[in-house]
């Protein structure tokens, strides 16, 4: 079965502290993996997708990168404003349709 | 644009209640969603439709249904509802299904 795991489950940070998240998926033949931000009582809202491994994508403070069985977000220097939780998703050729969420990382980054 | 809109915010139904949770985007999107979010757990999709007048079920439909007779509408129903459908609703669209989504607000649904 398609799975996808996140981790850390919740992560503090000092401002300007770097880290990464980690999303690790077991999905044969991958068609996209998306990174969302989710922030409490939203939706979540799209930061980037990764279709081959060796792929990166930018945005700010945030670097997503992918291999053939993990991606990262690289949060470099964090603000307060980028605590939220971040959500990774898969869709394989198996999937159908189907995007298969992780149960996300909590960030929080104390001023 | 909008983007996705939802209603309603929240709602609070009793045991055996019908409802529709209305869902709306303006991005003239073919495909759209409905997921399901639960605490601890990741969004559990329920239905999903790929364009007017075609929907298919996703990894948790018991309890519902959808329709989709136009490309910006997808209400969810919920026909004699359960505790278990306690949750928060997510609706989302996409230009096509290896693309990204694009998320509502949520409707928080209460079942007592």
């Known amino acids: 079965e398609d799975q996808v795991t996140q981790s850390p489950e919740a992560l503090r940070l000092q401002e300007g502290e770097s880290s990464s998240l980690n999303c690790s998926y077991t999905?044969?033949?991958?068609?996209?993996l998306f990174w969302y931000r989710q922030d409490p009582g939203k939706g979540p809202e799209f930061l980037f997708t990764?279709?081959?491994a060796g792929e990166e994508k930018e945005k700010e403070r945030l670097k997503a990168t992918l291999t053939k069985k993990e991606s990262f977000l690289h949060i470099t220097a964090p603000k307060p404003e980028d605590s939220a939780t971040y959500l990774c998703?898969?869709?394989?050729?198996?999937?159908?349709?189907?995007?298969?969420f992780g149960t996300g990382t909590s960030l929080t980054v104390i001023p | 644009n909008a983007g996705v809109t939802q209603t309603p915010k929240f709602r609070i139904l009793k045991i055996g209640q019908s409802m529709t949770l209305q869902c709306t985007q303006d991005?003239?999107?073919?495909?759209m969603y409905w997921y399901r979010q639960d605490p601890g757990m990741g969004l559990k999709l329920i239905y999903y439709?790929?364009?007017?007048?075609?929907?298919d079920k996703g990894e948790v439909p018991n309890g519902y249904n959808v329709s989709r007779s136009t490309t910006e509408d997808f209400p969810l129903r919920l026909e004699l509802a359960a505790p278990s459908q306690t949750s928060v609703y997510f609706c989302?669209?996409?230009?096509?299904?290896?693309?990204?989504?694009?998320f509502g607000p949520g409707t928080r649904l209460t079942v007592t």
């Open positions: 999905v044969s033949g991958l068609r996209g």
């Open positions: 989302a669209s996409s230009t096509n299904r290896v693309r990204e989504q694009y």
């Open positions: 991005m003239n999107h073919n495909y």
């Open positions: 990764l279709y081959s």
């Open positions: 998703a898969v869709q394989g050729p198996n999937t159908g349709n189907q995007f298969y």
């Open positions: 439709s790929v364009g007017a007048g075609i929907t």
